[in-house]
């Protein structure tokens, strides 16, 4: 950045006697380039810096450690958005009004003290203009809260406690996020659609991508088998990593409600890591309101995603009505949500923060951050029917869901109990994947709270040995008054259409065939009914 005699140097004398003036110090030299050096020289003493910053306006004083917190530089819209304009005025004006006696902005108090500059620098999107604090005065002006606090010293947190009301209903943290991922492995290996779980199946399918335990949609037998067979703690631990170095997960195009449209692209990583970082501050344990900290966030670091705060190159949709949120005003539903997406959504998720809301809403108003490992120990058994239906609680381990799930067909689940039923057809999918029976008998025994009952097991085997020994089916049944009608319809074109023969009156008919029957039977002079979707009845 440009030093201070760089900052100066196209002002004129009138100019640098007033930043002098305001510094409280006097300025000699009538000749305007030996005045800038006089000025520049005495603006760096450390204890008149000191003096100069400890009496700014308490605006003004925000507006500077905003500055320095952001290195120096900021954009220039977003540093006017906050703290004010200044107003273009030639020596004549500003002589006569002593506007600077009256800044209408802390910018244009901190302009007049030679504090704060203007300046187009080169960007990767191009010149852009920024407010910054001439170089060499940064190096002296302090820093923090307080004067004189070092360099580095951490935020203070940002919000507040949450109120008794705010935090009426906790939601404790759970790893469930470990059961959905154990779901979701199990149908992308039988080649289903993942179902719906409590965690979205498209962050389920991030997470996994970032963990490298699936690679382009498809599961890596090792992977999968390290991560399912991982105990609960490490599982979890595994997926947090992930998800906080990945630049692929971005939870701006995952914000519900909402959809980006357009070429444009944002840092999700490096927004990420600032929003983990402003949480280190929040005292651990402590229940904090969940608005008070999104409305800080606004207050202090508004432009925490757009470094260059601009509000309007960025296609964003409401869903719900078209709307396209563009310009500041849109805050609270782009950034805003965000920001209550990533607490709510991912930190809940991988057991980070606990979450609290009023009796009876469902609206999210306290979190809590969660030290503690939220990971259960998987020891619970399964119960096996005679009639084939098998009952999984969740801490059932993992591993061995993920095996059972692939030898059934999937029930609807319950709030903690995943249920399948073994089927012929769920026999022959397991089969064609290289399953044996062998394995689910094993597996079963191994995890049944109970003995198995024996007549499943001898079903199984009987199965394994000799296949499919009774079949139920569906079919269409044509039943006729007399037999000479069934055997005039068997001389008649509709013929081929008739199959297995079920006494003298009655005949199945093909699937599909329904109507073309009904047809022939019309030609041959025979009224016919339909009593049911199922079968039909020939009256003549």
Sequence with gaps: MPDLVQSLQNYDIGHLRIVAGLWGVELPSPETDEALKELSAVLLNPGLVIETVDILPSDARSALD???????????????????????????????????????????????????????FDTSSGAQEFAYIPEDLLKVIPVGAEQGAPKGYALPPLG?????????????????????????LAALRMGLEPPETQVPVKVIRLLLEAAKVIVKGSPQAEAVKGFLE???????????????????????????????????????????????????????????????????????????QRPSGDYDS?????????????????????????????????????????????????????????????ASIENGKLTVASNGRISVPRLVPRVTRYLIARFCEWEEDRLEEYRYRVSTRSLKKAKEQGLKVGQLLSLLAKNAAAEIPP??????????????????????????????????????????????????????????????????????????????????????
């Design 160 to 184: 507040r406690l949450a109120t008794p009301q705010e935090r009426q209903h906790p939601i404790q943290a759970s790893d469930r996020l470990l059961d959905d991922t154990t779901t979701f």
């Design 230 to 304: 991982m105990p609960r703690g490490e599982a979890l631990s595994m997926l947090a990593k992930a998800w906080q170095a990945s630049e692929d997960i971005n939870e701006l195009r995952l914000l519900p409600g909402l959809q980006c449209e357009g070429e444009w692209t944002n840092q999700p990583l490096v927004t990420r890591e600032f929003i983990l970082g402003l949480l280190k501050a929040i005292p651990d344990e402590k229940w904090w309101s969940l608005p008070a900290f999104i409305h800080d966030i606004k207050g202090r670091f508004p432009d925490f």
């Design 314 to 374: 960025w296609f964003i949709k409401r869903i719900l009505d078209g709307t396209y949120l563009r310009g500041f005003a849109s805050w609270d539903e782009v950034e805003g949500a965000l920001i209550r997406y990533l607490i709510t959504g991912p930190l809940f998720w991988l057991g980070e923060v606990d979450l609290a809301t009023l009796v009876d809403s469902e609206i999210i108003l306290a979190f809590r951050v969660n030290k503690k490992q939220v």
């Design 455 to 540: 007549a499943f097991i001898k079903a199984l085997k009987r199965w394994e040995a000799k296949g499919t020994e009774a079949r139920m089916e569906t079919q269409t049944i044509l039943r006729v008054s007399r037999p000479e009608v069934l055997e005039e319809l068997r001389k008649s074109k509709a013929a081929r259409f008739l199959g297995e023969s079920l006494g003298s009156v009655a005949v199945v008919v093909k699937p599909g065939a329904q109507s073309k029957v009904l047809a022939a039977l019309a030609e041959l002079g025979l009224l016919a009914e339909d009593e049911t979707r199922d079968s039909l009845t020939v009256n003549d």
């Design 66 to 120: 905003a500055l320095v917190d952001a290195g120096g530089k900021m954009p220039w819209a977003a540093f006017a958005r906050q703290y004010g304009e200044i107003r273009e005025a030639g020596p004549g004006r500003r002589d006569r009004e002593q506007i600077y006696l009256n800044p209408i902005s802390a910018a244009e108090a901190l302009f007049y003290r030679a504090l704060l500059a203007r300046a187009f």
